[in-house]
């Protein structure tokens, strides 16, 4: 990014959050608008994850309210291929959309136990326009892609520099706030060993982090999280006082795909 052009813009279209329930997965996964010029000055925009159609509307709405609509969305980046992340990438048929090559190849044989990408998720992908980025890959000058392995087979992150530092867009490498804390990943679909690794990647290298499922946050020299967005959700349908309903405010123990070994076994 050469000194004139102006530093590439980080919006949150729709926040992230980590609640789940007794009854099922609730996953809701941050969405991001990133704003820059391309290398030839013209604007770009960037969607990071475009979410599942539980939030269809509220996407489309959040993006209303920016006096945007999909058809301004010059390219789609998904973080990784998990079902509550891509469903809504039919919105933007007209795009390009950006996908590291080992979650394209791992889609195409899921592991049988892998709940969160099932086999039609190779049906959503050949729908698309997709495009393959790696390690290292610039997207617009000042974003570019960082390889964060485990969670998934092919989870990226996207890191945006701008005057506040390296903003780094996790997905679901770093989930929660408190996993750069504890360096426990909740959920692995892939191999434990690199899901820590690319937690530790991602803390030591990133100024800000924006999380698959909770709200932006940096680390402060006390080794505290200091979010950067308030919480703000409504629970329709119930009310708090409903006999039989209650809250467990401890996150549930992290989970290994049973059978994940069998992708690193010799042919």
């Known amino acids: 990014m050469s000194p004139d052009q102006a530093a590439p813009r980080i919006d949150v279209v729709l926040d992230g959050f980590g609640i789940n329930t007794s009854a099922g997965q609730i996953a809701m996964c941050e969405v991001v608008l990133i704003e820059g010029p391309g290398p030839d000055g013209i604007p770009v925009r960037i969607l990071v994850d475009p979410a599942h159609v539980g939030r269809r509307v509220f996407l489309l709405d959040a993006l209303a309210g920016r006096g945007l609509t999909p058809a301004d969305i010059d390219l789609v980046v998904l973080t990784h291929a998990h079902w509550d992340h891509v469903q809504n990438i039919d919105l933007f048929a007209h795009a390009p959309i950006y996908l590291h090559p080992d979650e394209r190849r791992y889609c195409e044989r899921p592991h049988p136990n892998d709940w969160a990408t099932p086999a039609w998720t190779a049906d959503i992908l050949e729908r698309a326009a997709v495009h393959e980025i790696g390690d290292g890959a610039e997207l617009i000058p000042g974003v570019g892609v960082v390889h964060l392995p485990g969670h998934s087979a092919g989870s990226i992150g996207i890191t945006v520099r701008s005057d506040q530092g390296l903003s780094l867009i996790t997905g679901d ?40 499922h909770d709200q932006p946050f940096r680390l402060t020299g006390d080794r505290e999280v200091e979010y950067l967005r308030p919480f703000s959700l409504t629970i329709t349908g119930t009310l708090a006082d409903r006999p039989g309903l209650s809250f467990y405010g401890k996150t549930r123990e992290p989970w290994v795909m049973p059978g994940y070994e069998d992708h690193f076994r010799p042919a």
């Open 173 to 212: 490498a770093l989930h929660y706030a408190s996993v750069a804390l504890s360096r426990r990943p909740p959920l692995v679909f892939w191999n434990p060993d690199q899901a820590l690794a690319s937690i530790d990647r991602a803390v030591a290298m990133a100024d800000i982090i924006y999380p698959g």
